[in-house]
């Protein structure tokens, strides 16, 4: 058996192979995923059934939720757009976890629903009307919005979230919520309630009925 190690990765760099083994014509990798999980692929020429089978370890202790599966989403391309034009129109000046923030509001209302009330897909979610409020049709910023391209540095982190998100690989760091609003704010669905988490310059709900 012969062995090739890459590089010892960091723990702030992932989705890097860092092992590769051979031997008989098998061969097995490990990578470290963006999930914080170590991924061990094997693929077996002569095996029966699927060619390859993997084994999850963590890669160290996670202080974080774990990840959820994948929502419904439709078509993967509109639903990562749509997504991620979301995230640009209501947190671009956040920093990357207020953006995972809102991304993850948008998961917990598609699994929660029920969907005459939220949307029963990501896109729905994003798109149901006064939701959203970078959506509305009156909102100062729904032009730059429906325009924004990868030019835009904080649209391709949108983007990269927004593919996470998709693929269920997204942690939630806002302990279930399904609402939020700025810190500037007070809504009325907000009375009396406590939010579970501030970040950035916004405030999540998991208690709104």
């Known amino acids: 058996m012969t062995q090739r190690v890459q590089r010892d990765v960091p723990d702030n760099e992932v989705n890097f192979v860092v092992a590769t083994m051979q031997a008989d014509g098998a061969q097995v990798t490990k990578t470290k995923q963006s999930n914080g999980?170590?991924?061990?692929?094997?693929?077996?020429?002569?095996?029966?059934?699927?060619?390859?089978?993997?084994?999850?370890?963590?890669?160290?202790?996670?202080?974080?939720?774990?990840?959820?599966?994948?929502?419904?989403?439709?078509?993967?391309?509109?639903?990562?757009?749509?997504?991620?034009?979301?995230l640009w129109g209501e947190a671009r000046g956040e920093?990357?976890?207020?953006?995972?923030?809102?991304a993850a509001?948008?998961?917990?209302?598609?699994?929660?629903?029920?969907?005459?009330?939220?949307?029963?897909?990501?896109?729905?979610?994003?798109?149901?009307?006064?939701?959203?409020?970078?959506?509305?049709?009156?909102?100062?910023?729904?032009?730059?919005?429906?325009?924004?391209?990868?030019?835009?540095?904080?649209?391709?982190?949108?983007?990269?979230?927004?593919?996470?998100?998709?693929d269920g690989i997204l942690e939630d760091p806002t302990v279930g919520s399904d609402h939020y609003h700025t810190i500037d704010v007070s809504p009325d669905w907000a009375r009396g309630k406590m939010p579970v988490k501030t970040i950035g310059r916004h405030r999540f709900y998991n208690n709104i009925a």
């Open 95 to 102: 920093p990357r976890l207020g953006k995972e923030a809102v």
């Open 105 to 166: 509001v948008v998961l917990n209302r598609v699994r929660r629903g029920p969907p005459e009330r939220f949307g029963a897909t990501i896109t729905e979610v994003c798109r149901k009307p006064q939701q959203f409020s970078c959506w509305n049709a009156d909102d100062p910023n729904r032009d730059r919005l429906e325009r924004v391209d990868r030019s835009d540095p904080a649209f391709v982190e949108c983007i990269e979230i927004a593919e996470q998100a998709v």
């Open 37 to 86: 999980l170590w991924t061990v692929t094997g693929i077996f020429p002569d095996a029966s059934g699927d060619a390859a089978m993997s084994l999850d370890r963590p890669a160290s202790p996670r202080t974080s939720p774990a990840p959820s599966a994948p929502v419904a989403v439709g078509d993967r391309a509109i639903t990562i757009d749509t997504l991620a034009r979301t």
